[in-house]
């Protein structure tokens, strides 16, 4: 079975919008995505990468117009401007962990809190909104949390932030699969033509 490593951070629009035809890619195709958060401010810091407030006018206005194109293509009906944006995802991401960890599925729950900052316009830090979110897919954020502390998450997150760096990573989504790394949701009809073989 294909294993797609799916490199992602819980702060991205472009991450949101391409994860639920992420998954459902993998399961027309028969493939597994192992879900995969990254401290994207530490990729910036490694790769050249610049976070939005230091991106120049025009760039940042071309993501607002590109946001406008891929929200009426994917008919997402996302908010541009989300009040929680960006939000500590510090906790969302050991929520990920944690059923990653438990065989839960990781990749649905981090884009149901996608869903809530990118749709709902709710604070996806909030523990109200974290409890919704996991007991949306099946999960409960809880139990979860009793499983992985927010010290050991921390030292996850760090970890596979580096190592997504090693490998290659440079900004989210990616999508790696046999190696080969494919950068946003505007590249998964090839992730799809690679998973065709």
Known sequence: MTKIDY?????????????????????KNGATVNAVPVNLGAVFAETGGLPLPK?????QAYRMMELKRWRAFND????LEP??????????????????QAGGDAHRLATELGHMLWVEDRDPADASVQNEAAQRVGLDADALRSTLSAEESQTQWNKETE??????IFAAPS????????WGQDRLDFVERKLKG
């Open 83 to 100: 009040a929680h944006f960006p939000h500590d995802e510090s906790e969302g991401v050991r929520l990920v962990f944690a059923a990653r």
């Open 55 to 59: 991106r120049s006018p025009e760039r």
């Open 163 to 168: 190592d997504a760096i090693a490998n290659g």
């Open 7 to 27: 490199y992602f951070s819980l702060n991205s629009p472009w991450s949101f919008m391409g994860s639920a035809r992420l998954a459902e890619m993998a399961a």
């Open 175 to 182: 999508y790696v699969i046999d190696g080969e790394i494919f």
């Open 76 to 79: 997402i009906p996302l908010v």
